[in-house]
């Protein structure tokens, strides 16, 4: 969704979609979304494969540029969920409905301009919770999360903050 220049920004939008890119590549999508504002989405993407321990394919979502939107997802069967990174994603909240499953990787973060994300609730099954190398102040509040055997709540957790009395092992 939207130009991967970053151009023509997709603004005030109310989206309701369900992707499945079943095909078996580690270089597939479902669903980019490359420049979104101010919108209310709710997005099923799944993938290919298996992410318990098996060969996960692809991302789920990719968000290369949003803000302040309001976003409901189930993303799974696939290497990583959702993957934000390239160019400014800040000020979303990702809402109760967060449903990440099947997948190696729940949340890929590695852009710098990755900040003041909210992610409230929700389900995450997975082998690795974060792979967060860049990025700041992205809020994590009373997620439940299981691990495959052998999983990680992630040995790079930059710019992760976390709002729950749990602990995460």
Not at 58 to 83: I, K, P, V
Not at 100 to 114: D, H, P, S
């Amino acid at each position: 969704m939207g130009d991967g220049a970053f151009v023509g920004a997709w603004n005030s939008c109310d989206i309701d979609l369900v992707v499945y890119n079943g095909f078996a590549s580690v270089n597939q999508t479902a669903c980019e979304i490359n420049y979104l504002v101010q919108s209310k989405v709710r997005l099923i993407c799944n993938c290919g494969g298996t992410g318990s321990g098996g060969a996960g394919y692809g991302t789920a979502l990719h968000l290369r540029q949003a803000q302040f939107n309001d976003f409901s997802l189930a993303l799974g069967n696939c290497r990583q969920a959702l993957l934000m990174n390239d160019g400014y994603v800040y000020g979303n909240t990702f809402d109760g409905s967060l449903d990440i499953e099947e997948t190696n990787y729940a949340f890929v973060i590695n852009g710098g301009n990755v900040n003041k994300n909210t992610f409230i609730g929700g389900t995450v099954v997975c082998r690795t919770m974060f792979e967060a190398t860049a990025g700041g102040d992205n809020l994590f509040i009373n997620q439940q999360y299981s691990l495959y055997s052998g999983g990680v709540t992630g040995t790079n957790k930059i710019g992760i903050l976390k709002a729950s009395t749990a602990a995460w092992t």
